[in-house]
Every structure is written in structure tokens, then in C-alpha cells.
């Protein structure tokens, strides 16, 4: 991607989703990457994503670089899949050489290509595997890859909602992953950036034989390399994180614990 405008290594880093799953990436830039200023913004009027069209989803993304590019970002991070999977193109096509965009599919693709399993599964918002783009995409570097792939339209409001790690969580996660066409994978890609919160309950569900990728550390060593690749890692962060949400309530801003480390100033921002 050839950048039109001249970055430099202060300027920070936009990350965005339907809400505050992508704070899991948000998270592990922060960890692995300590220098790097980030501006996070959750689309939490609309969210989840996984079921609304293409379309729309497109729309809201298209409003949302808009709003982190006019504060400077170097680079744009999709953290969520179905934005990802549904407008990560038409993103580079709208604002060619303003920043370096990064989607969370492509590095995840990536790291189960490495590992040349022979039968994956992968679970997802309704948007991401109608898409087919996972599919799509392995299938595209391994043929003779089995990939089953399921929807699970109850993982995103029940995480939202803080309802995991007690019984009514894993009884729905048992319902989707005793899926018969489950039957024999060795690796199930969590392909939502939400799923990472449950990542333990999925892993003692499906024993060590089967193993539970996600796009997180995947996305931020695409992200270094990227950064890297151009002299664009920075040496040292000056100013705080920034986070906003489209939509406010005090139980959210409690729920954003779970998803990072620290304590958030959440800032309302309506941009509709």
C-alpha cells in the first residue's frame, strides 16, 4: 500500500469496532507494542455488527475512518471481524494512501496456513461466515484444507452482557461446538474479537487435542511488521489512549474491564 500523505512515527494508531470486543486487540497493542498511542473507537450504537448487512456495516466503517483519520492515525486497525470481512476493500478503495489499513482476517488466515492442519472449524457472527471470506481465503493458499465453519449469532450479546464463565455460557458454547460437522478438526478459529473472552470455557470444552486460535497476536505481529516495514514504530508514546463509543451507559463502561487490563475513560462521541 502506497501512502500518499508522509507519516511519522507519533502519530497514533486508530482502532475500531461494533463495540468493545476490539479492545482485546486494543489490549495486546498496548501490551506488545508499549510505545504506540492508540485512539479506540466502539460502535456501540450499532453494535454487534454480525447481523446487519453488508451494506450497512460498510457505512459505518466509512464514518468511523473518516472520524479517526481526521485525528491523524498512521494506520487503521479493523478489530472486528465482520467489519473486516464486509468493508475492509471498499476502506482501502475510499481513502487510497491516507493511512495503512490492517484487518483482523488476513493475519489469522495466515497463522492457520503456518500450521497445515488438514480440518479446521471456525465460529463467527452471522456476517463474518456468510461473507465466506475465511473460507474463501483458506481455501485459496491450502485446497485440500476442510474447513467447517458455523454461525453463532448468541456468543457476541452474551459476552457483551457479561454473561460468561457461569452455566448459561457454557451451555450455549457446548450447543454450537457439539456441532456434528465439528466431528475430527484439529484447530477451531475463534473469528471474533469478542470470542478471546471465552477462549478457556471453548478450551476445556474441546480437550488439548483440538487447538483454539484467535486473531489477536496474529493482527499486532502484522501490525509491527507493517509499522517496521515503513520506520513507523514509535520509541516513545508521549500522550494517553483515547477511547470513544457512539453510545454510553455506566454498565458498559464496566463491562470494558473485561476486555482491557486497565481501568477506561470511555468518551461519548456521536458521529451519526
Known sequence: MNLTKTPHKKQPIGVFDSGIGGLTVANAINRYLPNEEIIYFGDTAHLPYGDKSADAIRYYCLKIVKFLLERDCKMIVIACNSASSAAYDTLVD????????????????????????????????????????????????????????????????????????????????????SNEQFKGIEALLLACTHYPLIRSDIEDYLGKAVDVLDSTLFTVRDIENKLRKRDLLNDHKEKDHQFYVSDFTQSFEETTRLFYNEHLQLDHYSIW
Open 94 to 177: 475510499f481513502f487510497p494512501g491516507e493511512a495503512i489499513f490492517v484487518n483482523v482476517v488476513d493475519p489469522l488466515v495466515t497463522g492457520v496456513i503456518e500450521k497445515s492442519y488438514k480440518k479446521i472449524g471456525i465460529i463467527a457472527t452471522k456476517a463474518t461466515i456468510r461473507s465466506d471470506v475465511y473460507q474463501r481465503k483458506l481455501r485459496e493458499q491450502q485446497s485440500n484444507l476442510e474447513v467447517a465453519a458455523l454461525e453463532t449469532p448468541l456468543l457476541v450479546p452474551m459476552i457483551e452482557e457479561g454473561y460468561f464463565d457461569n452455566n448459561i455460557s457454557q451451555v450455549i458454547i457446548e450447543n454450537y461446538l
